[in-house]
């Protein structure tokens, strides 16, 4: 198993750019969600989705959009890129009903100028 | 008050030492813990859960007082390789709510 994958793993977007971040996992996880991470912020929920055809906010979900057609997929939507979402993004899928055993992806770092 | 909030650090020790973070949570209708272990630029890894009163593995020991809304971690004979930083997490709405992190430097 790959376990989940992110793409790209860096990105330098110019304001009001537009792009979509691709995470995928191979481990039939109904659970999976975006965060993002800032210095000393931790990570903040920003979207996510308890199976194929369903999603939620989470904390920060201005500026982005996301999609659930698979189980596997759920990629990350940047509308209009802007220098506050200069961030490393995560991607996290997981078992069920069970949020302890989250799986994340090695993060894309974006750079918006 | 933030929902979850941790020990600034960073904490600095020396090998062998034994460490302890705290971790403080809003949400009493929380019923169990996570503390995660990010190392430099990587994703975060779960490190151990804790319920009701608490947990142990190895030399990582986790406890929860629900009294106080807080968890705490301790880490004993802290070896070089703990270096890192510690996340305090905990669930909410189905929705996992992470504090900003401590970091923890052994040093030789």
């Known amino acids: 198993n790959a376990g989940v994958t992110q793409t790209p793993k860096f990105q330098v977007l110019k304001t009001g750019q537009s792009m979509t971040l691709q995470c995928a996992q191979d481990?039939?996880?109904?659970?999976m969600s975006w965060y993002r991470q800032d210095p000393g912020m931790g990570l903040r929920l920003i979207h996510y989705?308890?199976?194929?055809?369903?999603?939620d906010q989470g904390e920060v979900p201005n500026g982005y959009n996301v999609s659930r057609s698979t189980t596997e997929d759920f990629p990350l939507r940047l509308l209009s890129a802007a220098p506050s979402q200069t961030s490393v993004y995560f991607c996290?899928?997981?078992?069920?009903?069970?949020?302890?055993?989250?799986?994340f992806g090695p993060g894309t770092r974006l750079l918006v100028l | 008050r933030k929902e979850v909030e941790q020990d600034p650090g960073p904490f600095n020790v020396p090998e062998g030492a034994t460490v302890a973070f705290n971790c403080t949570y809003s949400?009493?209708?929380?019923?169990?813990f996570f503390w995660y272990r990010q190392d430099c630029r990587k994703e975060p890894k779960l490190l151990m859960s804790v319920y009701s009163s608490g947990n142990e593995d190895g030399r990582f020991t986790a406890q929860l007082n629900r009294a106080s809304q807080y968890i705490s971690l301790l880490i004993r004979d802290s070896k070089l390789s703990d270096s890192a930083t510690y996340l305090c997490v905990a669930p909410q709405g189905g929705k996992l709510i992470f504090g900003q992190g401590t970091e923890l430097s052994v040093k030789p």
């Open positions: 949400n009493s209708a929380s019923q169990s």
């Open positions: 996290a899928s997981s078992v069920g009903q069970n949020q302890e055993t989250q799986y």
């Open positions: 989705s308890v199976g194929a055809g369903i999603t």
């Open positions: 481990m039939n996880h109904e659970y």
